[in-house]
């Protein structure tokens, strides 16, 4: 068993996210989202022991603790890093820094190239609920008045209720909203905004 997981990704000059997150073996979760993330800042929440053991069988099935990092060394500058780091139950650390630019050296495990190493970070990112506060999904929601042609507007949210809370706020006490799911905001927007506006007049 774990005591905790650590999963940070590095500054580059794209837009790549930055955030640094540790899970401990309690379930406790702890996220600081620094820039191009969904969750700015600090945030604490749990997960269940069903994550838990997912972690645990990910660590095993990836054998995490006799990685090793093998590079050709063409490194692209200024490409973003990932670094994981796993302290296991009786106090050994392991630390792999898994630079996004660099592409495989000469490897004897197959299960080890630095392919399986991202799909690794990602699946850590996924099963710890990081996912989503580093990019939450968003969807677009078609809301129009009824009973005024004129007012209308289109709004990128994690959900509906979230979205009629961005209407203006002339309008949030009307009940003549005719709401449209229209699907997944297929953009690279990290946060909700109004993507068409129509009739500020109430």
Known sequence: MFKEISISRTSCK???PVYQSTIHSDGKVF????KNVSFLGAHVYTISSQ????????????????????????????????????????GETKTVVH???????VIENKNHT????????????QIAGL??????????????NKHA??????????????????MDASHLQCKNWQIEKLGRDSTDKLLPYIVMRKGDES
Not at 31 to 34: I, T
Not at 114 to 125: A, C, M, S
Not at 131 to 144: A, D, E, R, S, V
Request: charged share 30%.
């Open 14 to 16: 794209g837009s790549s």
């Open 114 to 125: 630095l392919k399986q190493l991202g799909k690794f970070e990602r699946d850590i990112e």
């Open 31 to 34: 996220w600081n989202g620094e």
């Open 51 to 90: 994550r838990l053991k997912k972690l645990e069988d990910l660590l095993l099935s990836f054998d995490y603790k006799n990685f090793i990092y093998h590079s050709s060394r063409e490194i692209i500058p200024d490409s973003p890093t990932c670094v994981t780091r796993v302290v296991f139950k009786h």
């Open 131 to 144: 996912k989503n506060l580093i990019k939450q999904p968003l969807y677009l929601y078609h809301f129009k």
């Open 149 to 166: 042609e004129n007012q209308e507007y289109v709004i990128s949210s994690p959900s509906q209720e979230e979205a009629f809370q961005m």
């Open 99 to 105: 630079d996004m630019g660099d592409v495989d050296g």
